[in-house]
């Protein structure tokens, strides 16, 4: 009987050594030993009561999204996501804002409708008087002296606030006009900042209705792809990798530039494109109206409108470590005093995106 228990008591030491050699090489295989993960869309924020437009972060980890009512008279949206949960800044008014952009956590600019201009410090609001009543659709950072903003009143023509473009020098907006007033609505704003042994260079592009480019470099304004225009509507957006690959989308038109020229992209779309944005050369992606999600990499587009969401998309953020942040909703129908705008933001990448939003 002692036999038998020595015997039970080896076989049971042995299992366990047995156990604790597997858990050690378990413990010592290195993560990339597994399959890698595979990017795909996530719906991380849905059914929102704003809806949101615009998203830009620091990193994947610190990002803003904005948005608003559209006319519904519920309250201004701000979100920010710190990598873990979402929360909601607050910004207060009933304003939508259309775009957002930065240069770091605490450097965030936002713009919207009746001129309105709001600056995050990472730890709260200023207001700054824009000097219109137009609605600004774009803003564009290029050092926390020298910021861009455009907008307009789309369809109105010279009469009413057209052409808009200003400029903040780090202590105030100013207007800074262009070469020509063409009385059009201008959507969005982006540029390249860079510094040699000469000095800062900046080249800017701006896109409008009936597909307008404008094209600042070191200062001097030059119309581009407009007699006759390129695009065959507004061109809503423009972002780009960098002075040598750009892109300009709105309808059902993405046109990129190589530095020299403008040309169509050949990409087909199933519906009209209203936002764009760069990951890395090569390796962009574009959305629009009703789910419309198209990513370029190795020279190749490649349609996930099958995948989740099918909301109208309105703008699209790369984070620049392969992820897109793509926001949306219903922002197009006419006011409804009080009614939700179905706000959607959605990630497509291999990281896991947090969906609680603190109120």
């Not at 049971?12 to 399959?35: D, E, F, K, R, Y």
């Not at 008014?93 to 709001?118: L, P």
């Not at 910021?147 to 207007?175: C, E, F, I, K």
Request: with cysteine.
């Amino acid at each position: 009987m002692r036999r038998a228990a020595l015997v039970a008591m080896a076989a049971t030491a042995a299992a366990a050594g047995a156990a604790v050699v597997l858990a050690t090489l378990a413990a010592g295989c290195s993560p990339s030993s597994g399959p890698a993960p595979t990017p795909a869309w996530h719906v991380v924020l849905h059914d929102l009561t704003p809806t949101l437009l615009s998203a830009w972060g620091a990193s994947p980890t610190d990002v803003f999204a904005v948005g608003g009512p559209r006319g519904n008279g519920t309250p201004s949206a701000v979100l920010h996501y710190d990598g873990s949960a979402w929360s909601d800044l607050h910004v207060g008014g009933t304003d939508t804002f259309w775009w957002v952009a930065g240069t770091s956590h605490d450097d965030v600019w936002m713009v919207g409708e009746n001129g309105r201009i709001e600056h995050y410090d990472g730890s709260g609001f200023h207001s700054y008087t824009s000097g219109t009543t137009a609605t600004l659709y774009g803003v564009w950072p290029a050092a926390q002296n020298d910021v861009w903003a455009v907008g307009g009143t789309p369809t109105q023509g010279s009469a009413a606030p057209n052409d808009v473009v200003l400029h903040y020098d780090g202590d105030a907006w100013v207007p800074s006009p262009l070469p020509q007033a063409l009385g059009r609505t201008f959507f969005k704003v982006w540029g390249v900042r860079t510094t040699d042994d000469a000095g800062v260079h900046t080249q800017i592009w701006i896109v409008g209705e009936y597909g307008t480019i404008w094209h600042q470099v070191d200062g001097t304004w030059a119309l581009e792809a407009s007699s006759p225009p390129l695009a065959t509507g507004n061109l809503t957006t423009v972002n780009g990798c960098s002075v040598t690959e750009v892109y300009a989308v709105g309808g059902q038109d993405v046109l990129t530039w190589d530095g020299a020229s403008w040309s169509r992209a050949n990409v087909q779309l199933e519906n009209i494109v209203n936002g764009v944005s760069c990951n890395a050369p090569g390796i962009v992606a574009v959305v629009g109206s009703a789910g419309v999600k198209q990513r370029l990499a190795g020279g190749v587009w490649t349609s996930d409108f099958a995948d989740d969401p099918h909301q109208d998309l309105h703008g699209v953020w790369a984070d620049g470590q392969g992820g897109y942040w793509a926001v949306g909703g219903d922002f197009v129908s006419d006011p409804v005093p009080g009614a939700g705008r179905v706000g959607t933001l959605a990630y497509y990448g291999t990281a896991s995106v947090g969906t609680t939003l603190v109120p």
